[in-house]
């Protein structure tokens, strides 16, 4: 259960099942082959770790090369074959190569996980162009790229498969304070809509999946700023990932705590699984209900500006 509980307080959404504990029988996976975008850190690697437990071998692709080979001796003691593609999801040709290497190696993917992005916070009035254009050229013209890639190899093969495009929740919403990875993401939700059309009668299913608050080690130090600021003065005094930081975080979750990576793998899991394959065009949210929060009294506006830290804009 979850441990921020006081005598009389609510006990918030259960804990999840433990770690390495998987969704599906096991073996779901046998003989598959599982492309991660991003499969390297963060929540691209707790997804790849979710298929290779269930048997799949996994193909992981990013720009860091010693990022890669990290992640990819640790995921091969969890069974299947991995190999580490490095990889600039932006470029059509790196783009190819990588399928081509996957290909060489294992097979043609059998599942596409998107799951690379960038990602900062600033307010948009001091936004540069090269910010917004690498923000929108990683996550959505990227996730694009590799999902056209994988549809013509795989509709030149008349083969199934099956693309889950990583999404966030402000795609619906609006990021104030995040304008680019949010018109991105409303960008990559929508070709989640339009390619399971375009693409169900060959076979492929394209879904999308949101994860909610799901703190990791990897996390970049400026959204790892972002959430110190959203906690109070004290907790984030305390830097890290410290369990009053913790704390600080769950309690403004319905859930009443945060997300495990893992939870997010166990969906990605189901979503391409044979379980799932009249599952298709739709976005399943992982994140304990936290998007459709609202309050009954409005909270006090504080601008973006102020939420960061930055003095007025021009002065
Ligand atoms: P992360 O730790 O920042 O990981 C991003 C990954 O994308 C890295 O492995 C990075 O590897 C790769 N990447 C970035 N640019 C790339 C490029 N041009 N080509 C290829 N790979 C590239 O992110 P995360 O927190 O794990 O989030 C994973 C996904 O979940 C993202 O789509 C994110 O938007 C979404 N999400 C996360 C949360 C959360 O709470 N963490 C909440 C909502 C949505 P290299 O640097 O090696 O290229």
């Given at each position: 259960m979850t441990d921020h509980v006081s005598a009389g307080a609510p006990p918030g959404l259960p804990a999840p099942a433990?770690?390495?504990?998987?969704?599906?029988?096991?073996?779901?996976?046998?003989?598959a082959v599982v492309l991660v975008t991003g499969?390297?850190?963060?929540l691209g690697k707790a997804i790849a770790a979710e298929f290779a437990r269930l048997g799949a071998d996994l193909v992981i692709a990013s720009r860091k090369e010693e990022r890669l080979k990290a992640a990819r001796d640790e995921l091969a003691g969890l069974g299947g074959r991995v190999a580490a593609v490095p990889c600039d999801i932006r470029d059509p040709d790196r783009v190819a190569e990588v399928f081509d290497a996957a290909q060489d190696a294992y097979?043609?993917?059998d599942v596409l996980v998107n799951n690379a992005a960038a990602n900062f916070p600033v307010p948009a009035e001091d936004m540069s162009p090269n910010a917004w254009r690498s923000v929108v050229d990683i996550t959505l013209t990227g996730t694009f790229f590799m999902t056209r890639e994988f549809a013509r190899r795989h509709l030149t093969a008349g083969t199934p498969g099956s693309v889950i495009n990583i999404g966030a929740s402000y795609a619906w919403t609006g990021g104030p304070g995040f304008a680019h990875s949010a018109a991105a993401k409303a960008g990559v939700h929508s070709l989640v809509e339009s390619l399971a059309v375009e693409w169900g009668p060959y076979g492929i299913q394209v879904n999308g999946l949101v994860p909610g608050l799901m703190p990791h080690e990897d996390m970049t130090a400026d959204i790892r700023e972002n959430l110190d600021r959203a906690t109070t003065a004290a907790t984030a005094a305390e830097?890290?990932?410290s369990d009053s930081r913790r704390r600080e975080l769950s309690s403004r979750q319905p859930a009443l705590r945060v997300g495990a990576p893992r939870e997010l793998g166990w969906a990605a899991t189901f979503l391409a699984s044979?379980?799932?394959?009249?599952?298709?065009?739709h976005t399943l949210v992982v994140d304990g209900a936290n998007w459709q929060r609202r309050g009954l009294v409005s909270p006090e506006m504080v601008t973006v500006r102020e939420q960061l830290g930055r003095g007025p804009f021009g002065r």
């Open positions: 433990p770690h390495g504990t998987s969704a599906l029988p096991e073996g779901t996976y046998d003989g499969g390297g850190t963060g097979g043609l993917p830097g890290g990932e044979p379980y799932a394959r009249f599952i298709t065009g």
